[in-house]
Every structure is written in structure tokens, then in C-alpha cells.
């Protein structure tokens, strides 16, 4: 008993680890040495995404309350993130903001992947789709998207789906043109052209031979829309055209904060360093996945 | 190549009109009334009535929208509804400090990014890389209104060497010009930067492991030819889209920048307009930027021929 106490320190409990999820713990020591940013990110995405899960029990109070005799309080034991203009608690805003931006920001992701993927390899492949699709995009993107969001937005007001389907709507175009630009020089492939000449079905050719080619592309393109849309959810709500402004989020806090920046910085600085960490950390993440998925830039061998 | 930029130029008409379609419809479909905010907040219905009819608001939609395409097609973008100023006016008075801008980053980005990227795909992997890659990574994660506090609480408040804000027409005083578009466009150069470093860099590691890159070096050539001649060449197509889907991005960080900096641009006009309901103010913008875009956009697929002599148009 005493000696089974002894032997139970740090090392063995790594041993009894492996024992039990061997290959896990592996996979994770390999990718820890490979991909150390891919871990920081994805760790960085957990605790954001814990935060919002669990936002009413991290010793958070009702973010909207006000307080006006407690107006810009220095960040301290008693509010820990201080205090905004009219007294409400930053730490409290800030916990509950996750939510909004990670909902948008994965929501608009997949929609926007899915979309460029199917539309993308339709107007590579087919000439004809392409004159049509092409030209539909070209006009969505040739408005600034943070400015179509607004006229989006303020058409039916800001709720979360709202919100989300005007950034999808300005975002996705851009996909479509990554995907299409690289099914141009995909369908020039020599085994592209030997699957047509042994007679392959199109789907099967688009299926097997082409798509699995834009999916590099793709992932970073995905990467980018996902913190891209937390960008402009942001500065959606930090303009005031927005989720509506009772809802807690990190762009019209920073909006609030302005006017007080030269005296009380942590109200702009606080949701603004949450803000960068998040999209950080799912860049990073992007990076290494890329790298990972796509076996012609595999780092194994070099 | 002529035949085929004929054949584009025709092509972008459609485009215009669809887009004019869109923001038509978006702004019509849009709640808010402009007759009622122009007559004022206790106005009786009779003079919003009679707003509404000066404006020819009561009409319906494919009416107007059809007016305005032939007033459009003629050179009259409207008048705005509210300082009622032709809208032309409104956008000369406006493009000059959002095109500075836009010029000023792209002076500032151009011949930092691309040449960073590729030294960070050469170096992939290591220390080099990594740095260029962070920063990169940092400077594209932070978001544009969050850098510009940050900018001027370090340079025009706690180190006073910049104005926090504001904006001198260049002919004016190009001193003072310089000196105050020079925060605003490192904001917006930040953001942009770090996306063309990324971007240039990935698609030059790609590159760079083909075959005829192996070749090249095998065959004894000086690696500055091989980074330049045979990877950037291939790396171009890519690169170029990016560029082009950049300046979209562009002037989209330049809405905010402008908000930030409070300099009088177009994207503050627009900003406003859509606040005030100015119609005739934001489709006459929304228009202009995208016959910008549609130059722009014609300019990258043009470039791809350039680079890329497999593909013929």
C-alpha cells in the first residue's frame, strides 16, 4: 500500500494514462510536438466556448443591470473588470458576450463552406454556370460587406439569425471565388483528364477528383470566415447596427467605451483583448489544420 | 484578350444593374420611412402624405426603381433627401479622404507583405517563419476599431505625436495631410498586411514543393531566381485573387477606420445616410464603389492571363 502511494507520482500518472487512452495520449503527444499552436488554439476555443456555456455561473451578475453610482469603477476585488459609464459590470458583459460572438462566428462558418463548396465547383466546371454565378457574386461583393450587412440588418432588426444571415450573405461570395479560382486549375489536371478519358461519370469526377482539391482552400478560407464574422459582428454592433444593444456584446461594449477611453481604458480594452484572443486562437487553429489536412504540405518526411 | 475584356466590360453592366436591383430592394423592403423622418416626430399624415408624393415614394417599387435607372443611365444620381444636394456633389466631396486612405495603405502594405511572405514560405517551419507568421496572424486577429483605440491611446494620447483624430484635404496642407492620414492608414495597412502575408505565404509553400521547383534548383539556378522566376510567377494566380477580394476588404475597413478617426469619408456618409434613410445618398454611394470594385475585379481576372499563359481568354 505505502510503495502503490509512492510510485503514484507525476510520471506514472502519465504511464496509467497512456495505459488507459494509449493512442489518444499519443495522437496528442505527436501533435503537441508537430503542432503546438494547433493545441494553444483549440484550447483557447475551449475555455472561450466553457465561458459561454456556463456564463450564469462564473460569479457573473445581471449584465444589464446599471448602476450609475458605481460608474467607471477601476477593475478590483469588488468588479473584477471594473465598470462601465453607467455602471455596469464589465466582467459580467464580458463573460455573457462570448455567446453571441461564438454563435455567429460558427454558424456563418459552416453555412458559408457549405454553400462556396457546392457553388464554387458549379461555376468552375461548368462554363455555364459560371457567366451567372460569377457576375451574382461579383455584384454582392462589389459592395463593402460591413456596409450591406448594416442595410441587411436594419431591414428586419438585429436578432442573432438576422445578424448571422447578413454576414453569411456579404461573406460567402468570397469562398465561392477561392473555390472557383482553384477548380479553374483543378479541372486542367492530368488525373482529372485521365478520369474523364476512362470515362468517369462528372459527379464522380467532382466528387473524387475535384473537391477533395479545394478542400485546402477551403479550411483556410473556412478559418477566415469564422473569425472574419466575429470581426464583423462586431463592428456591426460596435456602428449600433447590431444585435440589438440590451444583448451584451463585445463591439457595442467597445462602442459604450469610447467616449471614456483616455480616463477608463479597461472598458474598451477588456472585451477588445477577449475579442482578439478568440479570433486568435481560431486563426491559429486554421494554420495548423491546414497543414495537417492537406497532405501535400504534411511536415511527416521533410 | 480584346475580344475578351469587350466581353467582360459588356458583362459588368449586368452586374451594376443587379446590384442596383439589390440595394434598391434591400432599402425599400427596409423598415423606416423617410418621409417621416424628414417631416419630424409629431408631423400630421397629411404632410408626410405630401413628403411621400413630392419624393414620388407612393409609387410603386419597379416604378421608381425603373425612374431612377434612367436618371442613373443619364448621369443624375438624385438629390439627397436630406441636405438636398445632388448626390453627385455629396461623393466628390466625400471620395477624396477614402481614396487617400485607400491609396495611403496600399503604399504602406504592397511592398512589406508580399515580400515578407515569401521569405516566411522560403523559411518555412522555422523561427523566421513562425515571427512572420504570429505577427501576421496577431495583426489579422485584432479587430480594426480595437487597433485604432489602441493606436491612438499610444500615439496621439499617451505619446502626442499624431492628432487623435480629424482630416486636411491634401491641398490644403500636405503637411498636415500626411501627418493626419498617416494613423488611420497604419490601422487599416495592420489589417491588410497580415492578411497578404498569410495569404502569399501559403500559397508560395504550395508552390514551392512542385516538381519544377525541384528541377530548377537541380539544375544549379540561384535561388533568388527560383523564388522569383518560377515560385512567385506560379504563386501569382492566388495571390492576385487575394489582392482583389483585399480591396473589398479594403473598403470595408475603411467604413470603420473612418468612424474611428472621424475623417469625412465615404463611409461615413454612408453610415449616416442609412441612419437618416437618405435613399438617393446611399445607392448613388453604394453604386460608385462598386463600379470601383468592378474595375478592380476586372483587373485581377485580367492579371491571371498575365501570369498564368494556360489560361487564355
Known amino acids: 500500500m505505502q510503495e502503490q502511494i509512492k510510485t503514484l507520482n507525476v510520471g506514472s500518472l502519465v504511464d496509467i494514462a497512456k495505459k488507459q487512452w494509449g493512442p489518444f495520449v499519443d495522437k496528442l503527444?505527436?501533435?503537441?510536438?508537430?503542432?503546438p499552436m494547433l493545441l494553444v488554439g483549440i484550447a483557447i476555443l475551449i475555455f472561450m466556448a466553457l465561458l459561454a456555456i456556463f456564463a450564469p455561473y462564473l460569479w457573473t451578475v445581471d449584465p444589464t443591470a446599471v448602476d450609475p453610482p458605481n460608474r467607471l469603477k477601476e477593475p478590483g476585488s469588488a468588479y473584477w473588470f471594473g465598470t462601465d459609464f453607467v455602471g455596469r459590470d464589465v466582467w459580467s458583459r464580458t463573460i455573457y458576450g462570448t455567446r453571441?460572438?461564438?454563435?455567429?462566428?460558427?454558424?456563418?462558418?459552416?453555412?458559408?463552406?457549405v454553400t462556396a463548396a457546392f457553388f464554387g465547383l458549379l461555376a468552375?466546371?461548368?462554363?455555364t454556370f459560371d457567366l451567372i454565378i460569377m457576375r451574382i457574386m461579383d455584384a454582392i461583393m462589389s459592395i463593402p460587406h460591413i456596409l450591406l450587412a448594416i442595410a441587411l440588418v436594419s431591414m428586419v432588426g438585429g436578432s442573432v439569425p438576422i445578424v448571422i444571415f447578413a454576414i453569411w450573405f456579404v461573406t460567402f461570395p468570397r469562398a465561392v471565388r477561392v473555390v472557383r479560382s482553384s477548380v479553374l486549375s483543378l479541372r486542367e489536371e492530368v488525373y482529372v483528364e485521365a478520369a474523364r478519358a476512362i470515362g468517369a461519370k462528372t459527379p464522380r469526377i467532382l466528387w473524387y477528383h475535384v473537391l477533395p482539391g479545394t478542400i485546402a482552400p477551403l479550411m483556410v478560407t473556412g478559418t477566415l470566415i469564422i473569425a472574419g464574422s466575429i470581426l464583423t459582428?462586431?463592428?456591426?454592433?460596435?456602428?449600433?447596427?447590431?444585435?440589438?444593444?440590451?444583448?451584451?456584446a463585445w463591439g457595442s461594449m467597445m462602442a459604450d467605451g469610447r467616449r471614456t477611453i483616455s480616463m477608463a481604458m479597461w472598458v474598451v480594452g477588456i472585451?477588445?483583448?477577449?475579442?482578439?484572443?478568440?479570433?486568435l486562437g481560431i486563426n491559429m487553429i486554421g494554420d495548423n489544420l491546414r497543414d495537417i489536412l492537406d497532405p501535400k504540405l504534411s511536415r511527416s518526411g521533410t | 484578350m480584346q475580344r475578351y475584356l469587350v466581353q467582360r466590360i459588356l458583362s459588368s453592366i449586368p452586374v451594376l444593374f443587379i446590384l442596383a436591383v439589390i440595394v434598391f430592394a434591400v432599402l425599400r423592403v427596409?423598415?423606416?420611412d423617410p418621409a417621416a423622418i424628414i417631416a419630424g416626430k409629431d408631423a400630421p399624415q397629411w404632410q408626410i402624405e405630401a413628403i411621400r408624393n413630392d419624393l414620388g415614394l407612393n409609387k410603386p417599387v419597379y416604378f421608381q426603381l425603373g425612374v431612377y435607372l434612367g436618371d442613373v443611365l443619364q448621369g443624375d444620381l438624385g438629390e439627397s433627401i436630406n441636405s438636398k444636394k445632388p448626390v453627385i456633389t455629396l461623393i466628390k466631396e466625400r471620395i477624396v479622404p477614402t481614396l487617400s486612405l485607400a491609396i495611403m495603405t496600399e503604399i504602406l502594405t504592397l511592398p512589406i507583405s508580399i515580400p515578407l511572405g515569401v521569405l516566411a514560405a522560403w523559411k518555412a517551419n522555422t523561427w523566421v517563419d513562425r515571427g512572420i507568421l504570429i505577427f501576421s496572424t496577431l495583426g489579422f486577429s485584432i479587430p480594426i476599431f480595437f487597433l485604432g483605440f489602441l493606436?491612438?491611446?499610444?500615439?496621439a494620447l499617451e505619446l502626442p505625436w499624431f492628432p487623435a483624430a480629424g482630416y486636411v484635404p491634401p491641398g490644403e496642407h500636405f503637411g498636415n495631410f500626411l501627418?493626419?492620414?498617416?494613423?488611420?492608414?497604419l490601422c487599416t495597412a495592420i489589417l491588410f498586411w497580415a492578411f497578404l502575408v498569410r495569404m502569399t505565404r501559403a500559397t508560395m509553400i504550395e508552390v514551392l514543393r512542385e516538381d519544377y521547383i525541384r528541377t530548377a534548383r537541380a539544375k544549379g539556378l540561384a535561388e533568388g531566381g527560383v523564388l522569383i522566376t518560377h515560385a512567385l510567377k506560379n504563386a501569382a494566380l492566388p495571390i492576385a485573387t487575394v489582392v482583389g477580394w483585399g480591396i473589398a476588404e479594403l473598403f470595408a475597413g475603411i467604413v470603420v477606420t473612418e468612424q474611428v478617426f472621424a475623417i469625412p469619408g465615404m463611409g461615413r456618409l454612408i453610415v449616416d445616410s442609412i441612419v437618416r434613410r437618405d435613399y438617393p445618398v446611399i445607392q448613388g454611394c453604394m453604386l460608385t464603389i462598386a463600379v470601383l470594385q468592378v474595375i478592380v475585379n476586372l483587373l485581377t481576372d485580367m492579371s491571371y492571363a498575365l501570369f498564368d499563359p494556360r489560361i487564355k481568354y
Not at chain 1, 100 to 113: D, E, N, P, Q
Not at chain 1, 271 to 279: A, C, E, I, R
Request: aromatic letters at 12%.
Open chain 1, 29 to 35: 503527444e505527436w501533435t503537441w510536438r508537430r503542432h
Open chain 1, 100 to 113: 453571441v460572438s461564438l454563435a455567429v462566428g460558427f454558424a456563418v462558418g459552416a453555412l458559408s463552406a
Open chain 1, 124 to 127: 468552375g466546371y461548368f462554363n
Open chain 1, 233 to 248: 459582428e462586431a463592428i456591426l454592433s460596435f456602428l449600433g447596427a447590431g444585435i440589438d444593444p440590451e444583448t451584451p
Open chain 1, 271 to 279: 472585451p477588445g483583448g477577449f475579442l482578439t484572443l478568440t479570433v
Open chain 2, 30 to 32: 427596409s423598415g423606416g
Open chain 2, 151 to 155: 493606436l491612438i491611446k499610444a500615439f
Open chain 2, 179 to 185: 501627418h493626419r492620414i498617416i494613423l488611420p492608414s
